[in-house]
């Protein structure tokens, strides 16, 4: 088993920017990769970006292609999502999620960390 903790939400002006980190613990060595994914009120949880935790490969949504960016710090056991150039929009809580192969659902979540961006 995985457990994930979230932190850096928080609330930002549009433009500005933020970083969240997701900090692994227990069974670490069984991550394949994680991710990030959101869900704001009212709508449904959407991913975000994913990180392959070895080699570092990267996938975005379209909507934050260009502007967030996923990166590990694998000796940490700790992955980052820095948001730039942050829109209303993206007012949601993150979600932190981990799996142990590219076959597999992301199946450790953590608890979620509020974002709230204002116009």
């Not at 799996?99 to 509020?114: D, I």
């Amino acid at each position: 088993q995985v457990q994930l903790v979230e932190s850096g939400g928080g609330l930002v002006q549009a433009g500005g920017s933020l970083r969240l980190s997701c900090a692994a613990s227990g069974r670490t060595f069984t991550i394949y990769g994680m991710a990030w994914f959101r869900q704001a009120p009212g709508k449904e949880r959407e991913f975000v970006a994913a990180i392959r935790w070895t080699g570092g490969t990267t996938s975005y949504s379209n909507s934050v292609k260009g502007r967030f960016t996923i990166s590990s710090d694998n000796a940490k056991n700790t992955a980052y999502l820095q948001m730039n150039s942050l829109k209303p929009e993206d007012t949601a809580v993150y979600y932190c999620a981990s799996r142990s192969s590219v076959l597999l659902q992301y199946n450790s979540w953590g608890q979620g960390t509020q974002v709230t961006v204002s116009s």
